[in-house]
C-alpha cells in the first residue's frame, strides 16, 4: 500500500520523537513491502519564526493531500508568559482542527504492566484498566467567541454546542464501545451548564439506537475523582473538549508517564495522530524525550490505514522494551537511553533484527542498536 503523509514536527520535543516515529514507519513499510512518503509542513512556534503565522496556508493544503497527519508538539514558553501576545502556537493546532474537521479526539489509556511502580496509583487499582477517552475537539469553550472588555478587567470565552456536533462523535464512542466492553460514560456538568444539559439529551436520544451498550453518566468533577479511585469501571468515556482535554491528561499518569499517551484525531476524511504530551521545551534538543508517544501514534495511525497487523507489531516492539528496561528517562533517571537509541530499537525489532535472546549490555548508550 502507498500512503502520503505529512509530518508537522513543530516546537520543542515534537521534532525529536517524530523523527522516531518516521523510522518505525520506515521499518513497518520495508518489512510489510508498503510505501510511505512524506511532505512537511510547518506549525506552531516554529511556523511563527519562520512565517509569522501558526499555521501558514501550505500546511493545510498539504494536510488535505494527504491520507494522514503525523504530529510531534506545539508550544513555547516565550508565549506562555506573555498574555498580550496575538499569536500563539497553540492557534496553529486549533485552526488545523477546525479546518480539517477533525471533531474526535481519540485517546486509549491502558497501563504497561512492566510500569505499574512508575503510576500514582496502586498496582491493584491497574488492575483491568484500559479505557478510551472520545474527546470532542472542534467545539465548546476552544472555539466560543472571547472577549476582553476595553479597560482590561473582564474577559468571556462562550461555550457553545449544537446537538448535531455532539451527535457526530456521540455515534463514534457508541460504535467503539460496541467493539469492546459494551459501556460509555458520558462526562459532563449538567448540574451547572446549558451546554452539558444539551448532552445529556442527546447521548439520551441515542441510547435507544445502542441496546448492547449501557451507558452511565457522570459530573465532571465525579469523573476526577473516579478516574484515580476506581479507573478500570471505564471502557469508553465521551466528553466535551476542555473536559477531555484535562481528564486526558490526568488519566495519562495513571500509566505511569505522560510521555506514553498516544491519539488520534478524526472526522470528516482527515486524521491526524500526536502524542498527547506537550512541547516539553525543558527537554528540547537533549535526545532525552520519550518517543512512545508518538511512535504508539503511528501504530494508531496504521490502525487507521487498516494495517493492522503492522500496528499490533509496533505495540509488541514497544511493550518489549518496556519489558525489558530499554526506557527514556522520564522512565528511570539513572538507567536510561536516548531518544533515538529507543526509535532505532523499535525499528531494528519491527524488523526482526534484534534476536530474541538479546544480552542489554549489547545495547550501549547512543550506540547502534544492530549487534
Ligand atoms: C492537547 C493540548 C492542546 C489542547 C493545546 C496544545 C492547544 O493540550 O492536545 O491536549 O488543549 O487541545
Ligand atoms: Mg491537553
Redesign the pocket.
Known amino acids: 500500500m502507498h500512503k502520503k503523509i505529512v509530518v508537522i514536527p513543530g516546537d520543542g520535543i515534537g521534532p525529536e520523537v517524530t523523527q522516531q516515529s518516521i523510522r518505525v514507519l520506515d521499518a513497518i513499510a520495508q518489512q510489510y513491502g508498503h510505501k510511505f512518503t512524506y511532505s512537511f509542513g510547518l506549525m506552531g512556534a516554529d511556523a511563527i519564526d519562520k512565517t509569522g503565522n501558526a499555521l501558514p496556508d501550505e500546511t493545510i493544503e498539504l494536510c488535505l493531500n494527504s491520507d494522514a497527519i503525523l504530529f510531534g508538539?506545539?508550544?513555547h514558553p516565550k508565549y506562555d508568559a506573555d498574555p498580550a501576545a496575538t499569536v500563539r502556537?497553540?492557534q496553529g493546532?486549533?485552526k488545523l482542527?477546525k479546518s480539517l474537521q477533525l471533531f474526535a479526539?481519540i485517546?486509549p489509556v491502558k497501563p504497561f504492566t512492566a510500569l505499574n511502580h512508575l503510576s500514582p496509583l496502586k498496582a491493584k487499582n491497574l488492575e483491568g484498566v484500559d479505557f478510551l477517552i472520545y474527546?470532542e475537539?472542534t467545539g465548546g469553550i476552544?472555539f466560543g467567541n472571547k472577549s476582553l472588555s476595553e479597560d482590561g478587567n473582564t474577559a468571556s470565552d462562550d461555550c457553545i454546542y449544537t446537538s448535531s456536533e455532539i451527535e457526530r462523535i456521540a455515534h463514534l464512542a457508541f460504535h467503539a464501545a460496541q467493539q469492546r466492553r459494551k459501556k460509555l460514560t458520558l462526562v459532563d456538568k449538567a448540574n451547572v451548564l446549558e451546554t452539558s444539559r444539551l448532552w445529556r439529551k442527546v447521548v439520551k436520544l441515542l441510547e435507544a439506537g445502542y441496546p448492547d451498550v449501557a451507558v452511565d453518566y457522570l459530573f465532571v468533577d465525579n469523573a476526577a475523582m473516579q478516574l484515580i479511585m476506581n479507573p478500570s469501571q471505564f471502557d469508553v468515556i465521551l466528553t466535551e473538549?476542555?473536559f477531555?482535554?484535562i481528564l486526558?491528561?490526568e488519566a495519562s499518569v495513571i500509566t505511569g508517564s505522560l510521555g506514553l499517551l498516544p491519539?488520534a484525531s478524526i472526522g470528516n476524511g482527515g486524521a491526524l495522530f500526536?502524542p498527547?504530551h506537550?512541547?516539553y521545551p525543558q527537554a528540547a534538543g537533549k535526545d532525552i524525550a520519550n518517543p512512545l508517544g508518538s511512535i504508539l501514534s503511528t501504530a494508531m495511525m496504521l490502525d487507521h490505514f487498516g494495517m493492522n497487523a503492522e500496528a499490533l507489531r509496533v505495540r509488541a516492539a514497544v511493550e518489549w522494551t518496556l519489558e525489558n528496561g530499554f526506557v527514556t528517562k522520564d522512565i528511570d533517571p539513572v538507567n536510561f537511553y536516548f531518544t533515538s537509541t529507543i526509535g532505532e530499537l523499535i525499528s531494528d525489532l519491527v524488523q526482526d533484527k534484534i534476536p530474541s535472546g538479546l544480552n542489554p549490555e549489547n545495547i550501549q548508550l547512543r550506540k547502534s542498536t544492530i549487534i
Open positions: 508538539a506545539v508550544g502556537p497553540e493546532l486549533l482542527r479526539n485517546r474527546r475537539l476552544y473538549n476542555m477531555g482535554d486526558s491528561d491519539s500526536e498527547i506537550g512541547s
